[in-house]
């Protein structure tokens, strides 16, 4: 098969992390016949430097033109300590979310089996943790309306959803949790909040149309807690965006290393991948990141927006290898050797 993949590296450790899922996967599809061409375009402060717009139209038509989007990260510390800038990176990133269409964000989050004991959580507690975060991505309390009354001395944002926003994402929430084992658990604040209560109620209305699956209703503080507490009572997990904003970074604490975990947006155009971690700007142009979520970001490109299972499961087979033969960047290194950013990717792209 032929395929033209939209190759946005973005900032900080983004092109560094990149490059290596780029290797990997020109040598997964050198081993099982296919072609890539990846097209690169700009995106973030790169953009704002370049044409002074995180997300350019001409970045937008290289994206929809292609079969799928590889993402690096997104960031600078200059815009951080800004609070006056008028353009900021991460307005490139909500764009292109809206733009693409791309409502629903799929975070896994597993154990490796020899990286058990990296994790800051017991053993016992998070072996066999397989789980999946369904995140609302284009709605909610980050694309409500906003802003300043009084003089600027109060400030406001508004959360908002249709029942429509629900409804597209619970379903993918019932569909992945029928193949997966049909649990799945809508994490919610109905106890408080009226839009809680609009996803409660429309996920409780889709039940009969998913019999095998099994619904559970949480609140977000106590899935907050239960999650690291005991990560193996789930499967499923849909949120709305903000709570999956922040449980999917408590959650990545799991498998060890937030240089670890992938990820996936899809929605209505082209679907995008993107390790879950930031762009990491103290590590910059060092060689020194760990490239394994975007490597197995690259994985999930192959499986969700090509079908191509066999192929994912060749990087995944990989990564665990590189992994037990302790071929790892610096954060997982203990002492051992570290390995550098891209000689983690020419091992990686060797042994596929
Ligand atoms: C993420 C990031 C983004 C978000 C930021 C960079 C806008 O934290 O992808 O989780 O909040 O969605
Ligand atoms: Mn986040």
Redesign the pocket.
Known sequence: MKFNIALLAGDGIGPEVVDQAVKVSNAVAEKYNHEISWTPALTGAAAIDAVGEPYPDETHDVCLAADAVLFGA??HPRFDNDPSAKVRP?QG??KMRQKLGLFA?VRPTFTFPSLIDKSPLKRERIEGTDLVFLRE?TGGI?FGKRGREDNGNTAFDTCAYTRDEVERLARKGFEMAQQRSGKLCCVDKANVLETSRLWRETVQNLESDYPNVEVSYEFVDAVAMRLIQWPNSYDVLITE?LFG?VL??EASVISGSMGLMPSASIGEKTSLFEP?H?SYPQAAGKDIANPLATVLSAAMMFETAFGLKEEAKAIRDVVNKSLAEGVVTEDLADGGKAYKTSEVGDWLATHV
């Open positions: 997104i960031g991460e990133l909500l964000n991505l980050y965006n904003d999917t970074d879950i930031g």
